[in-house]
């Protein structure tokens, strides 16, 4: 069945059997993935983390000359006011602030209302409604609303099925907005075919997509970025690429699969381009499908002779590292540290699926015990692994940071700091050096700052609360 066909994207759990609860050995989870038969786990106690809509709203608020309607009670939009205050991010947003009345007569009138007024005052070319878990329970009809904007507006309407409850990856936001591009923006047919390529970029910083576009510069060739900066043009044009390419797959595998099913565009998945070898990869994996292999081996060793000598100046040798990121940072991360003479004493990810078997592969041929934790905003889980394993440097992303550094150890922050390519490779070394340096605020931090949690909670398993889902 075709990706499009339903109302909404399929959750990952079904269709990538993704995982969001687990500690354990990856040999464990690895063997569950050969069998296609894949546990799900659940936790009787959890702290609380993003839903859905965070993910939705990040790329939608990327995308040029369009306006946003929340359809929801307004405490729904408060993660709108969020993004309002991060650089990069202006997009003219309403929320329709349905009330207890609202949701039991029905609020279609209200949506109506919001999009049009939106309409009259910025122009936009595009409005996208983005449901919220209160109108996926009262069953709002959006889809009569949508047609009759359509129909009255002349502008692309673009309803965002985002519910809150039936899946418990988070990033299933991403999908939910790629699908609905696929769904109501993807128009044209690829009977001519463009010079370019398709490069998806979902979540990236300013800096890394700066890094990705200057090397894919330095190959010669153009390219059509989205969904990230783009505008309606840059989808319609997406039917005409000669190929697609992701930067990260587990943002943009469901935008590329639509891309590939719609118009026949075959999709490239490369590993995350980071590290050395991890950046000469995936400029590797493109440059054979284009038959441009000559010109990568250059740029390869053109980049890749001076930055050897600089990352030699910045020895990690010994070095034991904590990684607690996404998915493919923190495999891709994994990999060069070890290049560099780091060794990675464990990993948290948000989440872990079917796309990431070979990673786990890699993983294990290197060591048959390694522990993966599986979780998002778990920090108490977190923080007793830490306790055990004592590393000598974590590597985080937003949220988590401050719970290591409260126990003293050096900490780096990557969701905001351009990792990526070469120059993103040079980034991060440089970063690690810096914090290894300078320790003193932390050894007082940790000395000045009282228990997080009891001590009753390190004398359990770090997964005392996660239990195989009874069916």
């Not at 983390?49 to 709203?57: K, P, S």
């Not at 894919?216 to 319609?236: D, M, S, V």
Request: with cysteine.
């Amino acid at each position: 069945m075709g990706l499009l066909r339903q109302k909404a994207p399929q959750i990952r759990e079904k269709r990538l059997q993704a995982v969001n609860a687990f500690y354990n050995s990856a040999k464990e989870l690895l063997a569950e993935f050969d069998e296609n038969n894949v546990n799900q786990r659940v936790r009787t106690f959890s702290q609380d983390i993003f839903n859905d809509i965070i993910y939705a709203l990040k790329i939608i608020n990327r995308i040029h000359n369009s306006v946003v309607v929340i359809h929801g009670p307004r405490g729904c939009a408060a993660s709108q006011v969020y993004f309002e205050s991060q650089n990069g991010y202006d997009r003219k947003w309403a929320v329709t602030n349905i009330n207890e009345k609202d949701s039991i007569l029905g609020s279609e009138a209200k949506l109506k209302e919001a999009a049009i007024s939106l309409h009259r005052r910025y122009k936009p070319e595009i409005i996208f409604i983005v449901t919220t878990p209160v109108v996926a329970i009262n069953n709002d009809d959006v889809q009569a609303v949508v047609e009759e904007l359509k129909d009255e507006l002349g502008v692309e309407v673009v309803p965002v099925y985002s519910d809150g409850f039936k899946s418990k990856i988070s990033t299933i936001g991403y999908d939910q907005v790629h699908h609905a591009l696929g769904k109501y923006l993807f128009k044209g047919v690829q009977s001519i075919q463009g010079d370019f390529i398709n490069i998806l970029s979902v979540g990236e910083n300013n800096e890394d997509l700066e890094e990705i576009k200057r090397l894919i510069k330095e190959l010669g060739i153009k390219a059509n970025i989205l969904p990230q900066n783009a505008n309606l043009q840059n989808f319609i044009d997406a039917a005409k690429a000669r190929v697609t390419v992701s930067v990260n797959p587990d943002d943009s595998e469901y935008l590329g699969r639509v891309i590939e099913e719609k118009f026949g565009i075959e999709f490239l998945r490369p590993s995350l381009p980071i590290g050395i070898n991890g950046t000469s990869q995936w400029i590797s994996a493109l440059a054979k499908q284009l038959g441009i292999e000559k010109e990568a081996k250059l740029l390869e060793e053109r980049e890749v002779s001076g930055l050897k000598d600089l990352l030699k100046e910045n020895d990690l040798e010994g070095l034991t590292v904590y990684l607690s990121l996404p998915p493919s940072y923190a495999f891709g991360i994994k990999e060069f540290l070890e290049e560099l003479g780091a060794s990675v004493a464990g990993i948290t990810v948000p989440f872990i699926q079917s796309t990431h078997v070979q990673n786990l592969e890699t993983i294990l041929r290197k060591d048959e015990k390694f522990n993966l934790h599986v979780a998002e905003g778990q920090t108490f889980e977190e923080v007793n692994i830490l306790e055990r394993l004592q590393p000598s440097l974590y590597i985080g992303w937003a949220g988590q940071v401050n719970s290591a550094s409260r126990l003293g150890i050096p900490s780096v922050l990557l969701s905001e700091e351009g990792v990526l390519g070469y120059k993103g490779a040079y980034r991060l070394v440089r970063k690690i050096s810096k914090a290894l340096k300078n320790q003193s605020f932390l050894q007082r931090l940790s000395v000045d700052t009282k228990e997080t949690y009891q001590t009753l909670w390190y004398s359990k398993r770090p997964n005392w609360y996660i239990k195989q889902e009874v069916k």
